[in-house]
């Protein structure tokens, strides 16, 4: 394979991912939004999944997509936590 069709492939592959990263942009926003909107009810729904979770004794690391979330590193998901709680603390999320 040529130098110029991997440089084509690889801008194919970014202009895919640009688009399908757009794509997930507007409803990410707008569950963010309602999550800004109804803080209580966020959290109740989060309480109300950990306490079923731990009632039928299930495994934290067994729930989809949670073990990929605590594989990284402690420092990206402290940060992260952070970075959502000053956002919530300062109204950085715009509802509209």
Known sequence: MSIFKQLHA??????????????LAVPAQALLSRGVRHPLTTVG????????LGQLNVHPLRVPGLGALLGGTAAEVVGQAMRLVADFAQGGVDPS
């Open 45 to 52: 729904v989060a309480g109300g999944a950990g306490f079923i």
């Open 10 to 23: 690889v801008r194919v592959a970014q202009a895919r991912s640009r688009d399908a990263r757009h794509e």
